[in-house]
């Protein structure tokens, strides 16, 4: 009997631990049957050299976490996706979308409650010789300190295209302000208005249609700042976080993106939606770990088994058309976008899917985060990013998290 082989690529930068639970848990899944036919998910990892334009790709599927800042895999990315139909998890095409601003933008004409943001021009010249030709004729004299006492404090000052916390400030006063700007050199900021006081801080990590939405203290080390906690939210205002994540995902074709947002009350204020690499490391994720791994698999077998066809390119206008519909309040219009999501993700499709043809996919992951090999795994991890005197502390925090994930999956005796 013949199986269709679909090749998986992997492009990464420096990860080795979720790399290594995905292969693992592709190889206990082998062959699965979907449309009467058997399929199984061969995965490598992408080396990237020159190439010629008109070489074919062999991968179906490629998971990319290199492209956003490393140029040369992105034109690999545009090339395979326009010219050999592979089908990427994040476009290409909208990669300057993942900077914070477009994203503001598209969700402030959704009408979500996104801070009050100003951006603000560069504190010194770009490294252009009509910098100053330019600046001297164009640029508007503004005053920021005028600006940032009409927001009112406290505020943030970050860069317009975000990345890991690079160059974020909290300003509380006019001399923090000015400190803030003038270390940002050649960044382009926005200054946000802060969100005081809130009550949660919620991460939403989405995969195709799925997503988890965790309990996320910033102010913790790395180790700490997802916290087990399952009721944190209401259920009204748990739905609108994941509906905010997969309208942003469906909306800018991302499928591997994760979403912070800020509750105060009932109202979810999101901050920051564009992330190209979203955090699945076991190391942070801990608990959230097998969740993640799970989804991708179960995502990935789907995009590479039914022939799911990516859509490359932005689509606004259904969305806009009911973010205009003026007989749509907010709450009709996250029940809208919550469709226009499902129906972008084939939501329907997908969990018949899981459930003919991934049926023993719980018990195959649960086996595997049980097994020697995943405690091989956590153990290199923890070898290489913590220092030796550290290790043995962590490696027990890690199994105690990951062992309450396994405690929580078996069946509870009548």
Same mark, same amino acid.
């Given at each position: ?138 640029? %508007? =004299? +503004? @005053?920021?300190? #005028?600006? &940032?006492?009409?927001? $009112? ?6 860069? *317009? ?34 969100? %005081? =006081? +809130? @009550?949660?801080? #919620?991460? &939403?990590?989405?995969? $195709? ?6 309990? *996320? ?198």
């Amino acid at each position: 009997m013949s199986v269709n082989h679909h090749l998986v690529g992997l492009l990464l930068g420096a990860e080795e631990d979720w790399p290594q639970a995905f292969e693992a848990i592709a190889r206990r899944l082998g062959v699965f049957r979907t449309g009467g036919v058997d399929h199984i998910l061969d995965v490598e990892r992408v080396r990237i050299s020159p190439f010629n334009l008109r070489d074919r790709a062999r991968q179906q599927v490629v998971i990319d976490r290199l492209a956003y800042w490393y140029y040369h895999p992105r034109e690999w990315l545009k090339k395979v996706a326009l010219m050999d139909d592979a089908y990427l998890m994040n476009s290409p095409f909208s990669f300057q979308s993942m900077e914070k601003h477009s994203a503001y933008c598209a969700l402030i004409r959704l009408g979500m409650n996104v801070p009050e943001t100003v951006l603000v021009p560069y504190k010194n010249p770009i490294d252009n010789v009509r910098w100053a030709y330019t600046s001297r004729n164009y640029n %508007e =004299p +503004f @005053d920021l300190a #005028a600006i &940032a006492e009409e927001m $009112g404090y406290p505020l943030f000052m970050k860069p *317009f295209d975000g990345g890991g916390w690079r160059g974020v400030s909290k300003v509380r006063n006019q001399a923090e302000l000015m400190t803030a700007y003038d270390d940002s050199g050649e960044m382009l900021m926005h200054l946000q208005k802060s969100v %005081e =006081p +809130f @009550d949660v801080f #919620a991460r &939403a990590l989405t995969i $195709g249609p799925e997503t988890m939405v965790m309990n *996320f203290r910033p102010d913790q080390p790395m180790h700490n700042r997802y916290a087990v906690d399952h009721e944190f939210l209401s259920a009204k205002v748990g739905q609108e976080a994941v509906t905010i994540s997969q309208t942003v995902n469906a909306f800018f074709r991302w499928e591997f993106n994760s979403c912070e947002m800020l509750v105060q009350g009932d109202t979810v204020l999101p901050i920051d939606y564009a992330n190209a690499c979203p955090d699945v490391a076991v190391t942070s994720l801990h608990y959230y770990f097998p969740w993640a791994m799970k989804s991708l698999i179960k995502w990935t077998a789907f995009c590479a088994a039914t022939g799911r066809r990516a859509k490359m390119h932005v689509d606004a206008d259904p969305w806009f058309a009911v973010a205009d519909d003026p007989d749509l309040d907010y709450d009709a219009k996250l029940v809208r976008y919550q469709q226009l999501a499902d129906e972008h993700f084939e939501k329907e499709r997908y969990t018949n899917f899981c459930a003919t043809a991934l049926p023993g996919i719980d018990d195959l992951v649960l086996e595997w985060v049980s097994s020697a090999d995943f405690d091989r795994m956590l153990t290199e991890t923890v070898s290489t990013t913590y220092p030796e005197h550290e290790r043995e502390w962590f490696m027990a925090h890690f199994r105690g998290l990951v062992g309450l994930w396994v405690s929580d999956q078996e069946p509870v005796p009548a």
